[in-house]
């Protein structure tokens, strides 16, 4: 079966960029869809197809996708981006798979 | 679009889990699909299954013969039931929204929590 990592933790300085990745067997070949999740809260699209923003997410947020690696960019980073970002992917129309996540933190 | 689920928060081992998850400000016979997803602090995010509008579900094969998943188009909800549970099962469901077979689940519900305890 397909499978996705990701750096289980990742700090970033309040205002610089930060930058997830999502690690998988040619990924590039695959539509990456990114999710940010609060504690308590539920969790919401950041990006979708490697690097597309649904209305009302920051430009801030961007997405990229090439051979192994999906990445997640988050510009200018705020403390309220601390959150645990996940990526996800279909291994077939029906096959869901999500990485296992990363704790972001603002320092 | 906001999804909320319901249900206990406690369920017995063997027993049966059924959650419900309330659709708003989308008519869910207007199409899209409608999908279960759990978090479990060993397995981190899973499908457990979704439904089409129609009715045509899909279920995680590894959960197939302990799940089903309903829709109630008159009441706009759609309920999850897993059957014969264990301690394993214990984690937080979330019902979400896909707008298409392979697409990003664009609307996540908060998230109920389930323990499965006795």
């Known amino acids: 079966s397909y499978e996705l990592t990701q750096p289980l933790s990742l700090s970033v300085t309040l205002g610089q960029t930060a930058r997830i990745t999502c690690g998988g067997n040619?990924?590039?070949?695959?539509?990456v869809h990114w999710y940010q999740h609060k504690p308590g809260q539920a969790p919401v699209l950041v990006i979708y197809?490697?690097?597309n923003r649904p209305s009302g997410i920051p430009e801030r947020f961007s997405g990229s996708n090439l051979g192994n690696t999906a990445t997640l960019t988050i510009n200018r980073a705020q403390v309220g981006d601390e959150a645990d970002y996940y990526c996800q992917v279909w291994d077939s129309q029906t096959a869901c798979v999500f990485g296992g996540g990363t704790k972001l933190t603002v320092l | 679009v906001q999804l909320q689920e319901s249900g206990p928060g406690l369920v017995k081992p063997s027993g049966t889990l059924s959650l419900t998850c309330t659709v708003s400000g989308y008519p869910i016979n207007n199409g899209y699909y409608w999908g279960w997803i759990r978090q479990s602090p060993g397995k981190g995010l899973e499908l457990i299954g979704r439904i089409y509008h129609s009715g045509d579900t899909y279920y995680n094969p590894s959960l197939k013969s302990r799940v089903t998943i309903s829709v109630d188009t008159s009441k706009n909800q759609f309920s999850l039931r897993l059957t014969s549970v264990t301690a394993a099962d214990t984690g937080v469901y979330f019902c979400?929204?896909?707008?298409?077979?392979?697409?990003?689940?664009?609307?996540w519900g908060r998230g109920t929590r389930v323990m499965v305890s006795s």
């Open positions: 197809r490697d690097s």
């Open positions: 040619n990924i590039a070949s695959r539509n």
């Open positions: 979400a929204r896909v707008p298409d077979a392979a697409e990003a689940f664009d609307f």
